[in-house]
């Protein structure tokens, strides 16, 4: 199929890749002129594990443009795939989305049929307002025009996007017409159906059954997107007020966790307590359902709730510190991990850029460390000192303390005993229970960790 995919971010670019290597004849546009001429030297702007092999594979028969002019009028089926950032209130800003659906509209052949697929995450409703904003497009361009709107959420988790994208769990397609239904019936065959021959590097999982696509109304789809998320987000939540919980009464949370996640119905996925969650997703799609809910004139104290319980956790590390440094004025501490999670250079809402302004502003003197991240990093954290140092061990020299924020792989793999002797106090912030307390005792830490 002629695909264009508006945006080339982690969801757009994901996708472009995805589908091209799926055989479709994509294009993709952005406004970032940066990342197009990354793109068009065959360079992933984003880091995210296995694009760059696609990119090299399939990259050069994708045509990356900044001009909608180019890419609209031949294209069946169009995507939207730009930011939805939230506002100051939290509810989402759906500009872009807007933005790119009237150039859409602006450049669609009127004697032609096209799908358009909403793929970014949008309130409940936006399917209607951008069917809107190309009519008045339409109406401007006195045209009748043809446009069938989509709403086809994205599930993508960052570090595995690819995985994602391959071996779904499922598809889900708001549509009211049965045409634009098919079109992504035929879109998404080869996944439905597992006929493609699989990347190398990225086999298709044994126990792996094909992927049903659910088709609902689009203010439906739109919904699942937020009501996923937000189980998710606080399923997170409530085992890190359990774990809080644990600590008072001397219980172990990653035992608590293993206990009530065999039982089936709960399940071991999303239950690891720590520093809580953060990234582009959760934090904003859990304040845009609010935000939702509030224009409705109706409450949801579960989702308040799994947020307060989320950023009390950023707090409460610095609070750990404080505990056993007594004061953090002129203390010396290393953070492990800057990325909202593994596998991923992105930092937006990540708990590290809290727990780093925090401690800066009681007058710690942080050092900080990411086997990715730390350029995003140095952009958005230029107006407070902080050292970066590129080899792990550097962050031990003279410190007081070190907080493992992130838990990429390599830490899991870290010398504690070394770690420990370069230390002036070893003290160990575990905030993602990555490590063993017996081990990391016996390395000569004293081992804080989060719920046990
Ligand atoms: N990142 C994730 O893990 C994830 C997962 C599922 C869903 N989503 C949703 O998908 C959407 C995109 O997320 P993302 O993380 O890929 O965002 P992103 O910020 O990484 O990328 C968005 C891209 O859209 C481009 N853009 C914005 N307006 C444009 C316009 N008018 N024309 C052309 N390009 C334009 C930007 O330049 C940018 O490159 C969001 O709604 C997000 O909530 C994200």
């Known amino acids: 199929m002629k695909v264009t995919i508006i945006g080339t971010g982690y969801v757009g670019l994901t996708t472009a890749v995805v589908l091209a290597y799926l055989n479709h004849d994509v294009a993709a546009v952005d406004k970032d002129n940066n990342k197009l001429n990354l ?40 995507m939207i795939a730009v930011g939805t950032p939230p506002k100051k209130s939290g509810e989402a800003d759906t500009r872009h989305v807007e933005d790119a659906a009237k150039e859409v509209a602006q450049f669609c052949d009127p004697d032609k049929h096209y799908t358009l697929v909403i793929k970014s995450t949008v309130p409940i409703g936006t399917n209607r307002r951008v069917a809107e ?12 025009g043809d446009v069938s709107i989509t709403s086809n959420p994205e599930f993508l988790q960052e ?34 159906e597992q006929t493609f021959d699989p990347p190398s590097w990225l086999p298709r999982p044994p126990s792996y059954h094909l992927p049903p696509m659910m088709t609902t109304d689009p203010n439906s789809a739109e919904m699942i997107k937020y009501a996923a998320n937000t189980f998710l987000a606080l399923k997170i939540s409530f085992i890190n007020e359990i774990a809080g919980l644990c600590e008072e009464v001397e219980a172990d949370v990653t035992e608590v966790a293993r206990g009530i996640g065999l039982d089936s119905r709960i399940g071991h996925r999303f239950l690891r307590a720590g520093l809580g969650w953060g990234g582009s997703c959760y934090p904003k799609d859990t304040a845009a359902l609010l935000g939702v809910a509030a224009q409705a004139g109706y409450e949801m104290p579960i989702t308040a709730a799994a947020r307060t319980v989320n950023f009390q956790q950023r707090k409460r590390i610095v609070e750990k510190l404080r505990a056993v440094l007594k004061t953090l004025h002129g ?26 302004r925090q401690l800066v502003a009681e007058g710690a003197k942080v050092t900080v460390h990411d086997p990715i991240a730390m350029p995003n990093t140095h952009k958005l954290l230029h107006d407070i000192q902080i050292n970066f140092v590129e ?35 070893p003290i160990l912030i575990d905030g993602r229970n990555v490590f063993s307390p017996q081990e990391a005792r016996s390395a000569g830490f004293h081992y804080i960790g989060i719920g046990r």
């Open 39 to 78: 793109l068009h030297t065959g360079e992933s702007p984003i880091h995210e594990p296995g694009i760059q092999d696609l990119i090299d594979n399939v990259g050069h028969t994708i045509r990356f443009t900044s001009r909608f002019d180019e890419v609209v009028p031949d294209a069946e089926l169009i």
């Open 133 to 144: 904003v190309v009519n008045e497009v339409f109406s401007q361009r006195k045209i009748q």
């Open 159 to 192: 570090g595995l996007a690819l995985q994602g994208a391959f071996y779904p769990d499922r598809i889900v397609v708001g549509a009211n017409s049965d045409n634009a239904i098919e079109a992504l019936r035929r879109l998404y065959k080869p996944i439905l």
């Open 331 to 356: 203390k010396r501490i290393g953070i492990l991990g800057l990325a909202f999670k593994p596998n991923t250079d992105d930092i937006r809402e990540a708990p590290s850029l809290d727990i780093i």
């Open 391 to 425: 080899d792990v061990y550097q962050l031990s020299y003279n410190a007081d303390a070190l907080v493992l924020v992130t838990e990429w792989e390599l830490y899991h793999r870290l010398e504690l005993r070394k770690l420990a002797k370069q230390m002036k106090t």
